[in-house]
């Protein structure tokens, strides 16, 4: 028998209430139509298996991932059935596993389609491209015999540039409602996490939310209605004080004017911590200001404990991660913020 295994010095503090809060607030910004979830990449970093549930709970029926690996890994939270896979069937192996457990797949090309009919068909999502060249049917090719045979439940598109104020915007909505036309469906969805800010004419019958579930703001007036739900934290693995004159840290990019109590802490650019935020970053504990000091690396990254004298080894300290902010400071969009954060926090 080994012993029980020690806790990681590094945390995510998550905040299930304000997951549910953000989630109901996007329901309600959504209009008649209900809110969905994007939970891929790990539940944007946060731990799937920790989102679904909570979101699940608060009333979300819908949850989108882009590998069947991520779907598979649900399997056990909500019904298969809930789940859409956006990435859809590669392979005549996707398409039978999506058959055999009932998740549903996301159809985005011709090729899929048909793989889908060929291997038995079924319930079934259709991306159709409005705009943004990545992902989906062509608007041209909807009258294509495939197309016709399958038994769509949600005619989806993705909107390119919802954050901005751009003419694509309403270009994207009304060749979106125009597929709709040509296409039997029975429901039908465009609004990412900015689209719901858009208005009504994006909604459709069902939103699909993503960042804006785990406190980003992608759209200024979107603030006030969404709360931050996940703070890194890290302890305190020693405590040193530093000359006058000596430097910190790789490269010695900082250089102690006058003595300083520092500590070194359990985080670097390999839990998503990344270098970006040498010398800008800022942590928090008993009321103190952490500034970090240095270059961040791999493991470790120093903070200025000068004027916190009673903070020390041991003690967990909380970085400043409310995403906008951070990601004006940082050069990080807020979705890497969340994504990059590696799998040593315990989660």
């Known amino acids: 028998m080994f012993p029980e295994f020690p806790a990681s010095a590094l945390r995510l503090a998550f905040d299930?209430?304000?997951?549910?809060?953000?989630?109901?607030?996007?329901?309600r910004l959504s209009g008649t139509a209900r809110a969905g979830a994007a939970v891929k990449a790990n539940g944007y970093g946060l731990g799937a298996r920790e989102v679904v549930p909570v979101l699940h709970a608060a009333g979300c029926h819908d949850f989108f991932v882009a590998h069947w690996g991520e779907a598979q890994g649900l399997l056990g939270c909500v019904s298969p059935a809930a789940l859409s896979v956006l990435h859809g069937p590669l392979t005549a192996?996707?398409?039978?596993?999506?058959?055999?457990?009932?998740?549903?797949?996301?159809?985005?090309?011709?090729?899929?389609?048909?793989?889908?009919i060929e291997g038995g068909g079924g319930r079934c999502h259709l991306m159709v491209d409005t705009g943004m060249n990545r992902l989906g049917i062509r608007l041209e090719e909807l009258g294509d015999e495939a197309i016709a045979a399958l038994d769509i439940d949600m005619l989806i598109s993705h909107l390119a540039s919802a954050e901005e104020e751009t003419d694509l915007n309403a270009t994207q909505c009304a060749r979106w409602q125009s597929a709709c036309k040509q296409v039997p469906h029975v429901r039908a969805s465009l609004a990412n996490s900015a689209g719901i800010a858009l208005g009504s004419d994006y909604h459709g019958d069902l939103t699909r939310p993503g960042i804006a579930l785990y406190g980003g703001v992608p759209r200024a007036e979107m603030a006030k209605d969404l709360r931050q739900v996940v703070r890194p934290e890290a302890a305190i693995l020693q405590v040193r004080d530093v000359p006058t004159g000596e430097t910190i840290g790789y490269n010695a990019t900082f250089t102690a004017a006058t003595p300083m109590r520092v500590g070194a802490i359990a985080l670097g650019y390999a839990d998503g911590y990344l270098r970006s935020w040498s010398g800008k970053g800022m942590f928090r504990a008993k009321g103190h200001e952490l500034p970090v000091l240095g270059r961040v690396s791999m493991d470790l990254t120093v903070v200025d404990l000068t004027q916190a004298p009673d903070v020390g080894e041991g003690d967990w300290i909380a970085a400043d991660y409310a995403l906008p902010e951070a990601a004006a400071q940082s050069g990080l969009s807020q979705y890497e913020l969340l994504t990059l954060l590696g799998r040593r926090f315990g989660r």
Do not use: K, M
């Not at 596993?97 to 549903?104: H, K, M, P, Q, Y």
């Open 93 to 116: 192996q996707d398409a039978a596993f999506a058959r055999e457990t009932g998740i549903t797949p996301v159809i985005n090309s011709l090729a899929q389609a048909r793989r889908w």
């Open 16 to 27: 299930r209430d304000a997951l549910r809060s953000n989630w109901q607030a996007l329901d």
